[in-house]
């Protein structure tokens, strides 16, 4: 495809839905992780061992789907991650054994990695930084719509019919997304790379990571994430020592994921009358005020469900309202590479989660303020990490 040749726009619609299959397909089997390890007869690292290995794979993923998509171009490269993500379903819930359970898993993840790279991609392909800003903002509204559906959904139909049936749900999801992007998704990359041999790869990444303000805005986004993963790597546990259940958990989640799902909706708003960096300020601001929140209750050990998941709350509306613009920002800093861009700031972003998924059990045994001081120490590095990104970029242009 040449500079000159026009491209057909995709719609919103099909790239939400691209992007939601991933974290559907993560959230809708963590309520159901104890019976697994019961019908499995295995222990609970094992399963775990599902959740994380997905994170990694996803991270790994990204990483690699970036430089694929701009060689190949961004369409075989998502409906090969597709069939990928359908296929790991249907193995992930015809498993006998937790082995054939991770692998099934690990396929999801390595074909929704790709997904979830090229439905920003092809945003930014399309509309550029400015505007892909407010429809960014959407994709990750549909992001926000399927975590917070997934716990609530998985652990009724864990309920019902097993946890098989979780992911017959992902099956049919990853069959629709993959029928409708086959017959309804253009080739978006304009100027394909040359070569796919390791130095111009690893010539590529060193070029993003030294485009202004890159590593700043992916560093914004990765610490606000974090504050999530603290959260949710913490929280169910925190609710069993309160005396409550994986249903009421899901219950008071909802606050969490509909207050992310709002900040999203109104980050599309927003991006008529303010700029990103406007946007991602306000929304980390926010965040470090639901955090501040959080932290004292800590303080004054009065822990309930209201005040472990309110404060949380707003700390995720203000997530909503900084990230779609943050990602926005990152990828746009280097429009050449835009996928490598993205798969490159999933990958640091997904990494980290991993991490601290596994470290999660460590901060358990300290109690909950330490947890509340990891969640409040998010934000401040986010503020940080976009102010450097903001300066990083007035140096590269007054350079220039």
């Keep these: 495809m040449t500079a000159d040749t026009p491209v057909r726009t995709p719609s919103i619609a099909l790239m939400a839905l ?18 697994a390890v019961r019908d499995l007869e295995t222990g609970v690292g094992v399963i775990q061992l599902s959740f994380t290995a997905y994170l990694f794979t996803l991270a790994f993923g ?19 991650g597709l069939v990928l993500h359908t296929l790991g379903s249907l193995l992930a819930a015809l498993a006998p054994d937790a082995t054939l359970l991770i692998a099934g898993r690990v396929l999801q993840a390595l074909g929704g ?9 092809i945003i930014i392909d399309i509309y550029g930084r400015q505007g892909a800003a407010s429809r960014m903002g959407y994709v990750v509204m549909a992001i926000a719509i399927a975590q917070t559906i997934a716990p609530t959904l998985g652990g009724y139909l864990n309920l019902w019919a097993g946890w098989h049936s979780i992911f017959y749900v992902s099956l049919g999801m ?11 998704l253009p080739e978006t990359c304009r100027d394909k790379t040359d070569s796919l041999r390791l130095r111009p790869v690893i010539q590529r990444y060193a070029g993003v990571f030294s485009s202004g303000g890159y590593i700043g805005y992916t560093l914004s986004t990765t610490f606000i994430a974090a504050a999530f993963y603290i959260f949710v790597g913490t929280a169910p546990y925190l609710v069993d020592r309160l005396g409550g259940n994986s249903a009421l958990f899901g219950t008071w989640f909802l606050a969490v994921s509909l207050a992310f799902m709002c900040g999203s909706f109104l980050s ?33 050990s009065t822990l309930t469900y209201a005040t472990l998941f309110l404060p949380m709350a707003l700390v995720t509306f203000g997530r909503g309202l900084s990230q779609p ?54 934000p401040v590095a986010a503020l940080g990490a976009h102010y450097y990104a903001v300066r990083r970029q007035r140096y590269s242009l007054a350079k220039a």
């Design 325 to 378: 613009n943050a990602q926005s920002a990152a990828i746009s800093c280097s429009p050449t590479s835009a996928a490598t861009a993205s798969g490159l700031m999933g990958f640091i972003q997904l990494l980290t989660g991993a991490m601290i998924a596994q470290l999660m059990p460590l901060l358990l045994g300290q109690g909950v303020l330490p947890i509340a001081a990891c969640i409040c120490l998010a």
């Design 113 to 121: 990695s790709a997904a979830m790279v090229l439905a920003r991609t």
């Design 268 to 300: 599309t708003r927003l991006a008529r009358r303010a700029s990103s960096d406007q946007a991602v300020l306000l929304g980390n601001t926010l965040s470090l005020a639901g955090a501040l929140v959080l932290l004292a209750f800590a303080l004054g």
């Design 62 to 80: 990204q990483l690699l789907s970036g430089p694929l998509a701009d060689h190949f171009g961004r369409r075989p490269v998502l409906l090969g």
């Design 174 to 184: 990853g069959a629709v997304a993959l029928l409708v992007a086959a017959l309804r």
């Design 18 to 35: 691209i992007a939601m299959a991933s974290p559907l397909a993560l959230n809708l089997f963590v309520p159901a992780m104890p019976d």
